[in-house]
């Protein structure tokens, strides 16, 4: 053989060595890999001819994943060094096809055999991609994906410890003394396939179902496609049901536009528990913590969704977390009117507003459940002793207005029935603003009356919307809260008297107008406190404040107040934080001399004080000095002994509030002063 032969020879099984061992290589690596395609020797002549397939553009059944990517590099390097000798070794004799295009064929042997093997197959993975890419698109839309799944769980919910599971690690708050406690669980598609016997079996003995929820990016609302399961197979096996939907409602229609799409959910459905209205923030949501709405219109929110539920016969349930209750909603008015859900993941909650569920955590583990790793919400349920609570299941017939029964019978009424009773006198009502979003309202006691109702104006609405009823005709005073700064407020009262049956009406009082303050002080309750030109951390800081440093209160703005404060000696309009504020009222103080050597102190009950700080006027320095600092929030007196007598005394008080291990104080009240006796 010449020279020159010999070396094309040698060079030709070069190349051909490198073309085979890089296949090897990686087929070895491939089967280390999850989820990719596993290439063994023997397969090795198909992927090759993969590889030249991928390069004939004409071949629709070709699924490009499974391209080996990595072998067509290497082969593509030797191409490029050795280009001539490549296409002497794979020319083969080539023929037309009837569409025109040029294959070999061996290439067209193999490609129609792999047609023929695996058409439906590439069919059936395409719309399995198609479905996984659907639903991920509807979970990246579910509010519930953050906090249902566990992923995460909002510092609003979150208490100083985590509790599980063990229910007698749990300490319930003083005034459910006596109450029956029963547990349960709220459930949702995160929580998987749930096995109702082995829940029920396990002590669980009531749940909320959710059936659904509104988009956190789209608004769009959709339906829990376990939601139908679960609420039969939880009644099949005696656990009482109600139902939930995940809000993101931003104004009063869609919350009751999602009232009417949860009603419809549970149509056909066994429903012995509340219908709940889960209002929680979803971090970069449409409703989130930065979402502009006041407090005021949040509390609107859940009220519209609540009465729109309420007319439909059921019984509607709040559900928030314990930041959002204390500081985003009036969760007191809510409360008068219904039921509240605290979530506040704690073995002792210090939640002090009205509830009648607590949830408590999200990692509970029940018998029967065990998707989202076995982890699911658990409850408890308070029922006060002497009660036999039942729920509204779709009947109007649970409205609490009063009104005539259709009759049911053409036989004429006895003369023996009883006479309806005599109506109560209308009583006298008079009102003051007792803060910047409080409504004190007040009225004389009426003789034989068994309570009464309080209306006030709803310009929206052009009439007089009832807001409370008293069942107690010995009460004569309510705050109406949640209530706007600087807005002048209409109200009217009437009583009523129950007696065999059937009750009697006054008729409604004039009407009291009531302005609530225009400002309102407060004390910042940290250090470092930054003053914002906007409500939003993004907005320019323009001062800092320290500690128990006071500010007057302008108004609100979502989850911050506007603030009046001076930078530079001019009075500037600021922003801060909620947060970052305490509101405590001063006491009212009274002075009396009560011996020779002793005076006494009386002040009214401070809302939320932990204690007051009583100071004594001192000629001597000429200032005001501590004589006693009160360490309970429930006491209203004290008696300053070891005094001259026949001598005056000055005195002044203030409350305070423990906040993060700080006092934050009032201001104090005006001096009282009182002589001891000769």
Known sequence: MKRKYRFIAALLILCMAMTVFPERVLASETENTENQKIVTQEEEPKTQQKEEEASQPDNPDEDSSEQVLPEQEENEDVS??????????????QEPEKDGAIKSQPQAAEQDKDSEAKPQETDEEKEKEAKEEAVSEADLDDPGRGRLSGEEIPAGFLGSSIQTRAAAKITHNKKFAGYTIKQGIDVSKWNGTIDWKKVKS?????????????????????????AATNMKNAAAAGV??????FSQAITKAEAEQEAEYLLQTV??????????????????????????????????????????????????????NKSMLGSDLYASEIAAKYPVWLAHYTTSTNYTGDYDFWQYTSTGKVSGITGNSGNVDMNFWYIKPGTNPSFGTGSTSSSTEVS???????????????????????????????????????????????????????????KYVKIKTISSGSTVSYTDTGRSMGKTYKYKIRSYKKANGKTAYSGQSGAVSVKTASTMTGKTNGTNINV?????????????????????????????????????GKKKTGYIKKTYITIIRMPELTATASSKSKIKLKWNKVSGASGYQIQR???????????????????????????KKNTTYKYRIRSYKTVRGKKIYSYYCSAKSAKTKK
């Not at 009482?240 to 939907?245: D, F, N, S």
């Open 80 to 93: 490029e060094e050795k280009e001539e000798s490549d296409q002497e070794v794979t020319a083969d004799p």
């Open 202 to 226: 396990d002590g669980i003995e009531f749940a909320f179902v959710r059936t659904s929820y509104r988009g956190t990016k789209t608004g769009k609302l959709a339906k829990d496609e376990t």
């Open 240 to 245: 009482k049901v109600g139902a939930y939907i």
């Open 267 to 320: 149509k056909g459905y066994k429903i012995t528990m509340p219908l709940v209205f889960d209002y929680e923030y979803y971090s970069g949501g449409r409703f989130s913590s930065t979402t502009k709405l006041s407090r005021r219109e949040k509390t609107d929110i859940c009220l519209a969704f609540c009465n729109k539920i309420k007319k439909a016969g059921y019984t509607p349930l709040v559900y928030a």
């Open 404 to 462: 005539t029964p259709p009759a049911t019978s053409t036989t004429p009424a006895k003369p023996s029935a009883p006479a309806a009773p005599k109506a109560p006198a209308v009583p006298k009502l008079t009102g003051k603003a007792s803060s910047y979003d409080k409504v004190k309202l007040s009225w004389k006691k009426v003789s034989g009356a068994s309570g009464y109702e309080l209306y006030r104006y709803d310009s929206s609405k052009k």
């Open 532 to 568: 914002r030109s906007g409500p939003s951390t993004f907005k320019k800081r323009i001062k800092k404040l320290g500690i128990n440093t006071g500010v007057t209160i302008t108004g609100t703005s979502g989850s911050w107040y506007r603030v009046s404060v001076k930078v530079n």
């Open 617 to 643: 006027y001192q000629a001597s320095k000429k200032k005001y000095v501590t004589v006693k600092t009160i360490k309970k929030g429930s006491t209203t007196s004290y008696t300053n002994s070891g005094l």
